[in-house]
C-alpha cells in the first residue's frame, strides 16, 4: 500500500490482504516452526524456518513500516530486544551519545551490558544542542534518542539532532514509544532508525510484549535482519497478531489519550495540592512550540510533583481507583507510577536528582476512559 494514502487506511489494511485460500479478512496466525521446501534450497518466498521469516511477522513488519513513512520494518519479542539488535552493530571502541533522560531499561543495558564489552555511552541533556556536540568524539557512532523523553516528557528536535549525528558521521536512532507512528515520524525528520516497545500503544491492550525497528535505509535494515535471524528474539506469531489487531485502531485511540491527557493536564496544573506539571501539550512546557511543530498532537502521558515528597505521593497512589498502580503504559486503560520506585529504579539516586525525578513525582500514563470520570478519580485521591 503506498505511503501516500492516509494514516487510518494504511493502519487497517497495510503489509495485509485477505488469505488467498480462505479469503480471511485477518491474517492467519502462522502457528508453523518449519515449511516444506519444493526441493533443497528452493522456497516459497523466503520461508525456511519461522525465526528466519514468519508470515504473521511479515506482515506486522510491512505494517509498521508503513504507518512510520519506512522501507524496512523489523519486528522483535521486546523493545529491548529491538534496542539489544541496533547495539549489535556497533563494536568494542565505539561511542554512543544517549540523552539524560530515557528509560530505566535502555540505560540499564548500555550501563550494565554494553559497557562491560567496551562501549562507551555519555549521557547528555540533548535538548542543548551545543552540548550534544560537544559530547561526541570521533567514536561516535551512534545518538540515541528519546522524545518525548521518560519521565520528564522532554522534546527532543529530531531534525537538528539528524544534522549533528550526520556530520559526525553517525546515525540518529530514535525511541519512538511515547508518541507513536500517529503523532511523529521522525524518519520524516531525518532519523535513521525508529525504534517502539510495541508493548505500549501500539500494541494498546496491556495484553502483548514486543518491539520493533523501522528504516528507510537498504544497508542498515540487511545488517538488522542478520541480528535478528542471528540472535532469533522474534516475537511469537501470536504476538504478531494481536499486534496487527491493535494497530487497526491506533489512530482512533490515540485522538482519545490525546484528548483525556489534554484537559487532566489543565486540570492538575491549576491544583494547588500539586507543584508541577510537565505535558507537552501545556504552553508552560519548556518545549511546547517544537512539540506543537513536530508532532501531530501532544501524547497520552503526564507527569506531575505532588506536594509533600515522598509520603504525599505514595498516599495519592494508594488511593487512585480508575488508575491503576502499574508499570508499563500505553494501554486503553490508565495506569500511574511512581518512576523513582519502578520504571528508573536503576538510575543512580544521583542521575534521578539531577533529571528531576524526585520523591513526589507521579507518571500517569491516560487511558481512553470517560475523561470526567478519570478527573473525578484524580481529584479525590489528591485529598
Known amino acids: 500500500m503506498p505511503h501516500e494514502s492516509s ?7 497495510a503489509g495485509q490482504r485477505p488469505d488467498p485460500t480462505t479469503g480471511a479478512i485477518m491474517t492467519p496466525v502462522y502457528m508453523s516452526s518449519t515449511y516444506v521446501q519444493e526441493s533443497p534450497g528452493v522456497l516459497k518466498d523466503d520461508y525456511d524456518y519461522s525465526r528466519s521469516a514468519n508470515p504473521t511477522r511479515k506482515a506486522l513488519e510491512a505494517n509498521l513500516a508503513s504507518l512510520e513513512g ?44 554494553y559497557r562491560q564489552l567496551g562501549i562507551e555511552t555519555t549521557r547528555v541533556e540533548m535538548t542543548d544542542l551545543a ?12 545518538l540515541w534518542a528519546e522524545t518525548p523523553t521518560n ?20 546515525i540518529l536512532a530514535v525511541d519512538n514509544t511515547f508518541a507513536t507512528p500517529y503523532l511523529q515520524n521522525p524518519l520524516a525528520h531525518g532519523a535513521d532508525l525508529v525504534l ?29 535482519k542478520f541480528l535478528q535471524n542471528s540472535v532469533g528474539a522474534v516475537p511469537s506469531p501470536m504476538d504478531c497478531f494481536l499486534l ?19 484537559r487532566i493536564a489543565h486540570m492538575l496544573e491549576a491544583d494547588p495540592r500539586v507543584e508541577r506539571v510537565t505535558y507537552p501539550g501545556l504552553e508552560s512546557h519548556p518545549q511546547h512550540e517544537l512539540a506543537a511543530r513536530q508532532m501531530r498532537d501532544f501524547g497520552g502521558m503526564i507527569s506531575m510533583v505532588i506536594k509533600g515528597g515522598m509520603e504525599a505521593s505514595r498516599a495519592f497512589l494508594e488511593r487512585v481507583h480508575l488508575f491503576s498502580l502499574a508499570e508499563s503504559l500505553g494501554g486503553v486503560e490508565s495506569l500511574i507510577e511512581h518512576p523513582a520506585i519502578m520504571t528508573h529504579a536503576s538510575v543512580s539516586p544521583e542521575a ?14 491516560v487511558g481512553i476512559e470517560d475523561a470526567d470520570d478519570l478527573l473525578a478519580d484524580l481529584d479525590a485521591a489528591l485529598g
Do not use: Q, W
Not at 494514516?7 to 489494511?13: D, L
Not at 519506512?70 to 529491538?82: E, K, P, T, W
Not at 547495539?87 to 530515557?102: A, F, M, Q, Y
Open 196 to 224: 517502539h516497545s510495541s508493548t505500549k500503544y501500539l500494541g494498546g491492550h496491556s495484553d502483548v510484549i514486543g518491539g520493533a525497528l523501522v528504516t528507510s535505509d537498504d544497508d542498515l535494515a540487511a545488517r538488522l
Open 151 to 170: 519521565p520528564m516528557l522532554k522534546v527532543l528536535d529530531i531534525a537538528a539532532l539528524a544534522r549533528l549525528a550526520h556530520a559526525r558521521g553517525a
Open 131 to 142: 552540548a550534544t556536540e560537544s559530547a561526541m568524539n570521533e567514536r561516535t557512532r551512534l
Open 244 to 262: 496487527l489487531r491493535s494497530t487497526k485502531t491506533l489512530h482512533v485511540r490515540m485522538d482519545r489519550h490525546c484528548a483525556n491527557a489534554a
Open 70 to 113: 519506512g522501507r524496512h520494518g523489523l519486528a522483535f519479542a521486546s523493545g529491548l530486544s529491538a534496542m539489544d539488535c541496533v547495539l549489535h552493530t556497533l563494536s568494542t571502541g565505539d561511542h554512543i551519545v544517549l540523552c539524560d533522560d530515557v528509560y530505566g531499561g535502555s540505560f540499564r543495558l548500555l550501563d550494565k551490558v
Open 352 to 365: 534521578r536528582r539531577e533529571l528531576g525525578i524526585d520523591d513526589g513525582l507521579v507518571r500517569l500514563s
Open 7 to 13: 494514516f487510518a487506511t494504511r493502519a487497517i489494511h
